[in-house]
């Protein structure tokens, strides 16, 4: 918020970080092994989210690394992020575990458990 999307992502390339653009263009996620290359590359990731009208250049090798295509129908923003972290960390983020956390959140069948850090 406040910063110009271009300057962001070539600060951002040139410290070294890749970049990702997810659309309903570009190279599948399900069918193709862009999510492998993706984690080749050991880079740390930026991801770009498009709307109805992203710039032309969000496509362009200058700015995205990668044009990630979540699939093959419209679908939201948020839809597309939650699908692509959901790959890139294999599924495996919901049974993630911080031991620094200073709270918990253990769901339940009916509510929630919150466990406070003393």
Same mark, same amino acid.
């Given at each position: 918020m406040g910063t110009p999307w271009k300057k $962001?992502?070539?600060?951002? =390339?040139?410290? &070294?970080? $890749?970049?990702?653009?997810?659309?309903?263009?570009? %190279?599948?996620?399900? $069918? *193709?092994?862009?999510?492998?290359?993706?984690?080749? $590359?050991?880079?740390?990731?930026?991801?770009?989210? &498009? *709307?109805?009208?992203?710039? =032309? %250049?969000?496509?362009s090798k200058a700015f995205s690394d990668f044009n990630v295509a979540i699939g093959n129908q419209p679908h939201s923003e948020c839809a597309s992020l939650a699908v692509f972290l959901d790959r890139l960390f294999e599924r495996k983020e919901l049974k993630k575990r911080f031991e620094s956390a200073k709270l918990r959140i253990i769901p339940l069948k009916r509510g929630k458990k919150i466990v406070r850090k003393s």
């Open positions: $962001t992502v070539k600060d951002w =390339k040139a410290r &070294g970080g $890749t970049t990702v653009h997810l659309t309903a263009y570009g %190279e599948n996620i399900q $069918t *193709s092994n862009v999510l492998q290359r993706i984690m080749n $590359t050991g880079k740390d990731i930026l991801i770009l989210v &498009g *709307s109805q009208k992203v710039p =032309k %250049e969000f496509f």
